[in-house]
């Protein structure tokens, strides 16, 4: 984050100083600090799923900006950010949208029952572990039903889906015009849009 490092801990969320390693704040609670996206505006804000709900902080001071009205759960997926919308996968197979001006759900998208359990405690339901990957106007993202999905970042209606059979609980990567999705069973698949 430039001059920052963001650690997330059992405490919850703290920045350092890149190079001093000094403490500069500290958010009490429970985080996930996985790739978020930080806006040049003033106050420089990053998203992030802090106490199992959306949330926008202040990179500089630290304050929590809003926090969502959505409960995600606990969720391994890190927030994807593009214009004014964040994407983050759930705890329960949903890939949600929320406005990062307040933290309101724009859209949900669910996923199947998931074809291994893959989270800790939650047996038989669907879920979204890996982060989501916005490219232009589409999020793509694989999920424990064993599907790469491609979703309209705009409306959240499916644009197309492929089933690999088994989960895909890595995140997605793209390069030009092709998707690269790992499987659980350690294989890695490319996908090429036209």
Known sequence: MGDKLIVPNRDGLCALDRITGEPIWRIK?????GAMGIDGQSPRTFYTVHNMFPAAVDLDSGTVLWSGKDKLGN????PAISGDRMVVGTEDGRAC????????????????????DTMAYVRGKGDMNCSPVISGDTVYFGAGDGC???????????????SLGVPIVSSP???????FAAGYDGNVYAFTEQ
């Open 148 to 162: 790469l999905y491609a979703l309209s970042l705009a409306t959240g209606e499916k644009l197309w889906s492929y």
């Open 75 to 78: 969720t391994a997926s890190s």
């Open 97 to 116: 949208a929320f406005s990062t001006k307040d933290g309101s759900l724009l859209w949900s998208f669910q996923t199947k029952t998931a074809l291994a």
């Open 173 to 179: 990567a793209i390069s030009g015009n092709t998707i």
């Open 29 to 33: 609670g429970r985080s996930n600090a």
